[in-house]
């Protein structure tokens, strides 16, 4: 596949098939993801493949103490976001919320789905060291880009997965991880239910005009 089609076909996926990938396509797509560059080359990443009954204990714990802490996905600013951003929000409602199973609530869909990867039968985690600055999460942002086209590429399904950072700490010690790795974001993997209309969704991209600035 050319990859400018892998960057105009692309798009998240939120239910999977139940068929586990075998370690062999896991570290094929690992390979290719950590070609992506890094200042200095410092690679500074690391990755946690968490499958099988591993990856069910680590999604009920998730959806638990979301429930406990009435943890919600939100856009993670540090005050009221300007209207503009919220229309980009609305119209990702507007496109989901037709193709949402019956009987739950986006915010619902959204939250549960996250804390439990979609039901992926793979998540990836990825952490960085504390050694590091919050400057090294540009490169944390450009691996999961190449993750994600590289998935696609191979046939794969993905869905980057951000409010599972709101666990640090659960995180850490279901999967015995050093006291030192900070969870940046989660990764859903496996290969997509065709049949599932909510993978027909199709977010929108606003214009360039609206983002590009030209000097």
Known sequence: MELVSAIEERCSTRAFLNKPLHREAIEGLLDLATHAPSAINL?????????????????????????ERNISCGPGSKSPLPEHYVQRERDLFDVMSPNLPDQISFQDFINEGSCNFYGAPTAIIITLDEVFSNARLTDIGILVG?????????????????LITAFNDDIKEELSLPDEKHVVIGIALGYPDTKASINNARSLRVPLDEVVKWR
């Open 43 to 67: 690679q500074p990443w690391e990755l946690v493949v968490v499958s099988g009954q591993e990856k069910e204990r680590l999604s009920r714990l998730l959806v638990k103490r979301m429930k």
């Open 146 to 162: 190449y993750f994600v086209l590289a998935a696609h590429d191979l046939g794969l399904g993905t869905c980057p997965v951000g």
